[in-house]
């Protein structure tokens, strides 16, 4: 049995095994609006790009943000009420700091496949690469 919806009952439908599979993957509108709140927010420069240095260089703070992503301290915690209202980055308190981190899930996923495209990283020191010694 076809999963057309009643409302469209009567429509032109041309392949309804097709129409069937397009219905079903398209069922859990909370997950799909989930989805869709992830990429627009992925959408601006500024929070993809804090996100990103959060992906590649691990927990940071608001002020060690605002240096890496070229911003403003406030603008950065901005940001970041932003990501963790739509539960893309964690806080927690280290001592005195506030240190940020990636939140599991689709956002890191995504940040993979924009990783791939978008990032030229070579090795880091949060991989245990510090500075080359410099030569005399």
């Known amino acids: 049995m076809h999963k057309v919806p009643e409302a469209l009952n009567g429509a032109r439908v041309i392949d309804p095994d097709q129409v069937c599979d397009a219905v079903a993957v398209l069922a859990d509108g909370d997950r799909l609006g989930r989805a869709a709140e992830v990429l627009d927010v992925l959408g601006e420069v500024n929070r993809l ?14 002020s060690d943000l605002a240096v890496a992503v070229g911003m403003s301290d406030s603008a950065v915690s901005h940001a970041l009420r932003l ?6 980055v964690t806080a927690h ?6 240190r940020y981190r990636l939140a599991d899930g689709l956002p890191r996923r995504l940040l993979e496949v924009v990783s791939a495209d978008a990032v030229s990283v070579g090795p ?3 991989d245990g690469h510090p500075d080359e010694p410099e030569t005399a």
Request: aromatic content about 0%.
């Open 124 to 126: 880091l020191h949060a």
């Open 49 to 62: 790009s804090i996100l990103l240095a959060l992906q590649h260089a691990g927990d940071l703070c608001v």
């Open 93 to 98: 308190r280290q001592g005195r700091l506030v």
């Open 83 to 88: 990501l963790r209202a739509h539960q893309m």
